[in-house]
């Protein structure tokens, strides 16, 4: 198993551009979720899904957009880079029957996504 | 308001001898403890947690922790250190009831284990 795929692995924007991160995800879990991860910081949650077709802000969702696209697929969109969005993001699954902030399974991680906005 | 501290940012210890990665909480009610390992340019990866039930919780790689009520601790341990225990350490909570159950997050532990 592949477990959580995140794409692209490495990114560098200028100010003012647009991406999508993508994950995906072969565990046939219900929740996904987006995080980015800043020194001194800890995570921070940007996004969740706590199921195919839902989907919720989480702490700092400004400046993002997500897109369940089905059970697998969780993409986060940056609709205009800034340099404040320059960090390293990370897509988790999780199953559970009570999925998004119910949630008491544990999280498994993709390899994470490094973005710098210049 | 609901709070992970882990007070210290680095713990260092010599191979085979016993670690230690502390973690205190501040949430109302009961919690749901968490801890997470990760490796260098890797991600999280899922070691234990408590939910309810014996306080001594065993989890991947040797670890465990012991959940303290009274303290507010959710401590993470092994009894003898390996050099490949090396790495970032997340403690994480939430609660189990009620409204506001997001997961918050400790800032990490660098665990750097000496040969």
């Known amino acids: 198993n592949a477990g959580v795929t995140q794409t692209p692995k490495f990114q560098v924007l200028k100010t003012g551009q647009s991406m999508t991160l993508q994950c995906a995800q072969d565990?046939?879990?219900?929740?996904m979720y987006w995080y980015r991860q800043d020194p001194g910081m800890g995570l921070r949650l940007i996004y969740y899904?706590?199921?195919?077709?839902?989907?919720d802000k989480g702490e700092v969702p400004n400046g993002y957009n997500v897109s369940r696209l089905n059970k697998r697929e969780f993409s986060l969109r940056l609709e205009s880079a800034a340099p404040s969005q320059t960090s390293v993001y990370f897509c988790?699954?999780?199953?559970?029957?009570?999925?998004?902030?119910?949630?008491?399974?544990?999280?498994?991680f993709g390899e994470g996504s490094r973005l710098t906005v210049l | 308001a609901q709070s992970v501290a882990q007070p210290e940012d680095q713990v260092n210890v010599a191979e085979g001898n016993p670690l230690t990665v502390k973690c205190t909480y501040s949430?109302?009610?009961?919690?749901?403890l968490f801890w997470y390992v990760q490796y260098p340019n890797r991600g999280l990866q899922f070691l234990l947690k408590?939910?309810?039930?014996d306080n001594l919780v065993k989890g991947s790689y040797g670890f465990e922790a012991e959940f303290n009520k009274s303290q507010t601790s959710f401590h993470l341990k092994k009894p003898s250190a390996l050099v490949s225990d090396s790495a970032l350490y997340f403690c994480?909570?939430?609660?189990?009831?009620?409204?506001?159950?997001?997961?918050?997050w400790g800032l990490g532990t660098s665990l750097a284990v000496n040969p």
């Open positions: 565990m046939n879990h219900n929740s």
């Open positions: 899904s706590a199921s195919e077709g839902t989907t």
């Open positions: 994480a909570v939430r609660r189990n009831a009620g409204n506001n159950r997001k997961l918050i």
């Open positions: 988790a699954s999780s199953e559970n029957r009570r999925g998004g902030l119910m949630n008491t399974g544990e999280l498994f």
């Open positions: 408590y939910i309810t039930g």
């Open positions: 949430v109302s009610g009961n919690p749901y």
